[in-house]
Each structure stands twice: as C-alpha cells, then as structure tokens.
C-alpha cells in the first residue's frame, strides 16, 4: 500500500509509528483495535484536503509497548502529551472501534484542541439488554468474515496468508486490545456520564450490520448522549464504513468539517 | 513414593450429544441437571472418601467454572466436606485459580480453615486457573501472571507475618491483612504448583525461597520428562538438589485384571474426556495476553497444530497421555519413568469422563493394592530426584 514514509516519534520515552501526509487543518484518525492497517485508501483521500495524522498507539504496530499501559485511559492521556509535543490544535479528530471510544475520553477531558470530532462503529458505551459482538471468542477467520458485509471479501480476509511480522502484528494488536478492553468488555461505564461536555460539531458513522456494537442501539447511544451530534448509518456495511463505504464515509467527513471551519 | 486419587468431578451425565466443539463458558447450563448433579458429587465423595480408606496418601480436588468436564468450581466446599469424613489422607486442592479472585484473602482463609479441621492435612495448591477461566470471569488474561505473583505473595505474607500488616500490590492493596485463623501447619501448608510446563512458572516455583512441588499435569511422557528434568536441573542451577518429594506427575490412569480387559472397560470413558469434555476452541483455551508473545506462538504451535482431530484410546496409551493395562504393566511402566523422571508423587486420575462408579471402585482398588506396593519403595525423601546431566 503506497502512502507516506512512516515516522517515528518519541513523547515521554515512548516511541510511536506515524503516518502523516496532507497540508491545512491537522485530521487525527485513532485506529481500532486491529491496529492501523497502513495507509487505507480514505487516508489518502482525506490527505488530499487535510493534514492527515494517522498514528499506531502504543502496544501497536510497530510503536513501541510501554509498562505504563493497563488501560485506555493511559492512551488518552499519552495522546495529550503527543498534540501537546507536535503543537496541533484545530483537529478534526476522527476515531474508529476502539479508537472512537479513545476519541470520546479525549474529548470528553476537554475539546480545546478539537474542531470537530467524529466516532466511527466505536467501542466505549454499553447498551444493556443488547449484547455486544465478542470478538476474543471467534477464531482469526470468524472475526475476519464476520467484519466485513460483502462475504466474498469477507472469505478473502479469512483466508489471506500474513507475513510473519505481519502476523507478529496482528498478535500484539490483539494482546494490547485485549488488555485494554477486556473487563469492562470494550466500554467504560463512566464515560457515558461524561458525553454530555462534548459541544464540538460531532458524527457519528455506522454500518446497519456491525457484528461487535449492533446497529441501531449503539449509535443511538452515542447519538442521544452528544446533543447535536449528527448520525449516519448505512446499509450493507459491517465494522468499517471507512473502507466498506468509501465515498460515504468522506462524504460525511466532509459534511461535518465544512460546516466547522473557524 | 506417595500416591494421589485425584477426582476432576466430570458432569458425566451430560448428553454427549449435544457436545460438538466445545464443553466451556458457553456451553449452555441446561444440560446440567441438578438431581443428576446431587447423586454425582455424593458418588464422587465417596471415591474420594474410599481412597483414604485404601490407603492413598492424598485425594485432590480442583477449580473450572461453568464447564461439564468438572463440577468443583469452589473446590474448597469439597475439601471442606472431606475434611471430615477422611482419616489419613491428604486434601489437596490443585488447585486455587488465585488471579481469578478479587480478594486472595479469601483463599488464604479457605485453606486456613482446612487446615485447622483437619489438624495440617492441608495440601495448599495454586494455579492461574485455565485460558477458559478468563472468559468465564471475565478477569483480565493480560494481569493472570502478575496477579498471579501478587497473591501468592499476599497469601503467604498472611499465613507467615504477624498482623495486622498493611498489603500494597499494584492488583491488591489492602489496610488489614491480619488472617483469622492461622494455618495448623508451620510454617504454612506445603505448597504444589500444577503446571503444564511455562518456563517462568518453573524458574519460579525452584526458587530456594519457595522449593514448591512442581506437578506436571496431563502431559505426553516425552513432555513430562523434559520437563521434570529441567525443573530438576534448574533447582541444581539454583545451587541445591531437587528431592523426589518436589517433584509429581499427574495423569489419568485405569488398571484391570489384563492389558486386554483394562482397553476395553476404559476405552470410551477416555476418549469422551478427551474428546468431549476437554474440548473447546483455541482461542477459548488461549485468550491473548494469559502467556507472552512469544509462549503464545510456541503453545499453538506445539499443542494445537500438532493435535489431530479425534484422540483414541490406542494414541493415548501410546504417547503416555492414559496410562492403562494390568497392574504389572502398569507398575513396570511407572518404575521406568520414575527413574528417567525423578518423581516422588504419582498423582492418579482414577475416575475420568463418563467411567463409571463401579469400574471406579475397581480401579481404586487395583490400583492400591496390586500398584502401590509395588512402587512404595521408589522415591524416597533424601534421593536426589535424578542426575541432572
């Protein structure tokens, strides 16, 4: 996958892989917990409009896995110091699965640095009485087929053979997001409590087929605790809108971003 | 040489049918009925409470939660009833899956209080607890280690320091420890760790600070004995021999009037516990984080792609998984690994899947009378357990 030359940098000792391309407003995409999968076709996309941030958090990738890290809250903290350290401010902060849930917590410590700010099949909330998806009791292949609407691709991504440092990869992306999000399974009961200081433009994008946060319930969640927030949800689409649904998915990028320029 | 009946307390009147790939977590608690379920606990402290009379040197209980291939998830009522209904024998509980709780204190108390009643029968076991446990409970894979460490230590501390004391652990952080009653044993009851043979667990329980019994649980002869070796050899690394007393395997076992006889009573039995009740799919037996990175690799690797589909009862006795046939051949079996392994604890699963109380029964009785003796002689306390190389 074609794409900028990744760049390492250090905050507090603690040395990140970033992929960074694009000029003008600073977007910051906050990957799930399958890790960054390179350089995406949206990613490129959106570097052609913005200055697109696209880092692997601690415990991923190639970024390295410090002792600190025992919960998401530790990520959101270090990703105050990192736009701390690269003087970003005005972001457009998207965040996908795991990653939206961290883009919540970040947002919800206060949206000074944030424009807008926008959640994507995130992780973080807990709607009871719908249980979610389990993705540490499905094998490599179920998780990949049941990821994905399109079952073709679906069966593409179950059989597709990894390198072994790709495998390496996707094991450690799986150790850190098991030790981040295991108990409470992928949520934090408190940050429901805290949405509510969220008052930048927010979108929420969701597949009508996620397997892990059932649609419509969860996006309801996310849409009635950030007032004003705008929901898209789409047909035939599982986990990832931003590769299941491409033009959709920058289409609402677009939308909330336009509408928010200072 | 001291002997073991270890009882794993199967639900063995599930419907095998409705087991396919698994018998864990989620395998749904309908099919246990609660009437079978009285008769089999009081069926299975009987042979328990028969061991004792036979002779055994200790009868072991253990902890798996919500599963049909054992009903003892608080092994510590079991103990308890034992307590009072066994003469001679050792309790071992092998063991408390101590990450899995909140407070250890509360262990620390289970095994105090048993060890009181029963005047230091108490053997103390503790273990990790199973991949499977950690989706059971829903307590992180990824602390099972450290909190692991963690209570022991508390545990131990409570049972040795004078209290109260406070406890400040990254997992546990208490104000009071001050334990209420204190083991019956000095200093504390002999400690065993079940283990399938991490590395780290090894290094661990050899420490001369501890010296604990190392158990090599359900394992091929090739594995145990590499295993068993290395343990010893690592004690001597430590700078001090590895007595047979620190060293045990445990196994499932079945002793007939022939070879013949022996395969064909316990041929079904085992395989439904290979085949039925232990089954699950790998990522429910290895949630990420319960091992390193790279433990991980190797354990997937090396147990799951190398195991076939169906286990029989021919394999099984061929890689030293069952260990099965006329008290001679089984005595003359034991003999040879005890002198490759250096084991001075057999630990016998006399009862495994769906056998039944009768051949159970028999088992036990061949087995201490017609095994035992013949056994009783290798082992001995001051030995060492075998010539590291």
């Known amino acids: 996958m074609a794409g900028p030359a990744p760049k390492k940098i250090n905050v507090n000792g603690c040395e990140v892989e970033v992929l960074r391309q694009g000029s003008g407003v600073p977007l910051l995409f906050l990957h799930g917990a399958g890790g960054l999968q390179g350089w995406a076709p949206f990613l490129e996309k959106l570097s052609t409009k913005f200055d697109v941030i696209a880092p692997s958090h601690p415990g991923f990738g190639r970024s390295d896995t410090p002792e600190w890290l025992d919960h998401l809250s530790d990520l959101a903290f270090f990703y105050c110091d990192f736009l701390e350290q690269l003087g970003l401010t005005d972001i457009h902060l998207i965040g996908h699965s795991m990653g939206g849930w961290l883009s919540a917590e970040l947002a919800v410590m206060g949206t000074g640095r944030f424009q807008t700010l926008t959640v994507v099949s995130a992780a973080g909330l807990r709607v009871v009485g719908v249980p979610m998806g389990d993705i540490f009791m499905w094998s490599a292949e179920e998780r990949a087929r049941k990821m994905v609407f399109d079952k073709a691709e679906g069966e593409r991504r179950a ?65 009635t605790a950030i007032k004003g927030s705008e929901l898209r949800l789409f047909p035939n689409c599982a986990h990832s809108p931003q590769s299941e649904k491409l033009d959709d998915f920058i289409a609402g990028i677009y939308s909330i971003t336009e509408g928010s320029e200072r | 040489m001291k002997f073991f009946f270890f009882h794993l307390m199967p639900y063995s009147a599930v419907d095998l049918d409705a087991i396919t790939d698994n018998t864990w977590i989620v395998f749904p608690n309908k099919h246990y009925d609660p009437k079978e379920g009285h008769k089999l606990y009081n069926r299975y402290l009987d042979e328990l409470e028969y061991a004792d009379q036979l002779g055994f040197d200790g009868v072991c209980v253990n902890e798996h939660h919500q599963t049909a291939y054992g009903m003892m998830p608080q092994p510590s009522v079991l103990a308890g009833a034992l307590s009072r209904r066994t003469e001679n024998a050792k309790i071992c509980v092998l063991g408390r899956a101590l990450p899995l709780t909140s407070n250890p204190l509360t262990i620390a108390e289970e095994y105090a209080m048993i060890d009181n009643i029963t005047g230091g029968r108490l053997i103390a076991g503790f273990v990790r607890g199973i991949g499977c446990e950690y989706h059971a409970m829903m307590v992180n894979p990824g602390e099972s280690l450290s909190r692991f460490h963690e209570a022991h230590d508390l545990i131990i501390e409570a049972w040795t320091k004078e209290g109260p004391f406070p406890f400040d652990g990254k997992h546990y952080r208490l104000q009071y420890v001050n334990t209420w009653p204190r ?39 090739e594995s145990v004995t590499k295993h068993l070796n290395t343990y010893s050899q690592q004690c001597e690394k430590y700078g001090y021999q590895c007595t047979p007393s620190q060293l045990g395997w445990a196994f499932p076992c079945y002793v007939a009037e022939t070879d013949e006889i022996a395969k064909k009573e316990a041929g079904q039995h085992i395989e439904n516990f290979f085949n039925k009740f232990l089954i699950s799919p790998m990522q429910y037996k290895l949630p990420p984080g319960y091992s390193s990175l790279n ?93 590291a190389e």
């Open chain 2, 183 to 221: 083991p019956y044993q000095e200093p504390h009851p002999p400690v065993w760790i079940p283990s399938q043979g991490s590395a780290e667990t090894m290094l661990w329980a050899s420490h001369p600070d501890r010296k604990y019994t190392y158990l090599l649980t359900f394992s091929p002869t």
């Open chain 1, 159 to 223: 059989n597709e053979k990894l390198s072994p440092e790709e495998a390496d990869i996707a094991l450690k992306n799986t150790f850190t997001s098991s030790k981040l999000c295991w108990s409470p399974r992928f949520h934090n009961p408190a940050l429901e409590k805290r949405l509510h200081r969220i008052r930048i433009p927010t979108m929420i994008m969701w597949g009508e087929h996620d397997p892990v946060f059932p649609a419509p319930e969860y996006p309801n969640a996310w849409h």
């Open chain 2, 295 to 387: 433990s991980y690799k190797i354990v997937v690797e090396s147990k799951f792609k190398a195991r076939g589909s169906y286990l029989s009862i021919g394999s099984l006795i061929e890689n030293g998984m069952f260990m099965c046939g006329s008290p001679q051949t089984v005595a003359s079996q034991l003999e040879e690994y005890q002198s490759k392994m250096g084991f001075g604890n057999l630990v016998t699963m006399l009862q495994f899947g769906t056998l039944p109380h009768d051949l159970t029964k028999k088992n036990l009785e061949l087995f201490s009378k017609e095994v035992m003796p013949k056994l009783r002689h290798l082992g001995n306390e001051t030995g060492v357990a075998v010539a």
